[in-house]
């Protein structure tokens, strides 16, 4: 399997496994719009025998607390064609996330997503941390907004509510 930055010839391929992944075309769409409003921090596909058979997009949310705003990536979406998924693709591109994530300096990356596959890359309840989101409307359900520490120094020191780019709300 190769991990590689998307390319333009890329562009529907990656709309399809978006699709199939999900079985629905909003994350496709997120996708979409984050790469016409020049959003997208970083877009990976995964190949394999030559064929795009993966995705993940990763643009900057922000973190807002009373007195300042930070940027920091949030990954989603991320999809691997149903048929190829528990082989190790997502794996794969999660980690190459996180190489570039720690190479540009960032110290947090976010995401939404399910508690039971995240956590064992790291991911963590983000309101614990300091951390809140509009993807949580409900303080029971918090465990889905999750948060990867790669600088354990930031923990206290950055906090307060995450943002989304805008193509999420609209999606």
């Not at 020049?38 to 900057?60: C, F, N, P, T």
């Not at 794996?91 to 190459?96: D, F, P, S, Y």
Request: charged share 20%.
């Amino acid at each position: 399997m190769q991990i590689r930055l998307e390319q333009p010839s890329d562009i529907k391929a990656i709309h399809a496994i978006e699709c199939a992944a999900f079985g629905r075309r909003e994350e496709a769409d997120i996708v979409d719009k984050l790469r016409a409003a020049g959003a997208l921090w970083l877009s990976q596909v995964a190949l394999r025998e030559g064929a795009i058979v993966g995705h993940a997009a990763y643009s900057l949310a922000a973190i807002t607390d009373a007195e300042k705003t930070n940027e920091f990536p949030a990954l989603g979406p991320i999809g691997v064609l149903p048929q190829l998924q528990r082989r190790g693709t997502g794996a794969a591109l999660i980690e190459a996330g996180f190489d570039a994530v720690q190479k540009a300096g960032f110290g947090l990356l976010f995401l939404v997503g399910h508690p039971g596959y995240y956590r064992r890359f790291g991911f963590q309840p983000a309101l614990p941390l300091g951390f809140s989101s509009d993807y949580v409307s409900d303080p029971q359900q918090h465990e889905h907004f999750m948060v990867r520490v790669f600088d354990a120094q930031l923990i206290g020191s950055v906090r307060g509510h995450m943002r989304y780019h805008a193509a999420f709300a609209d999606s």
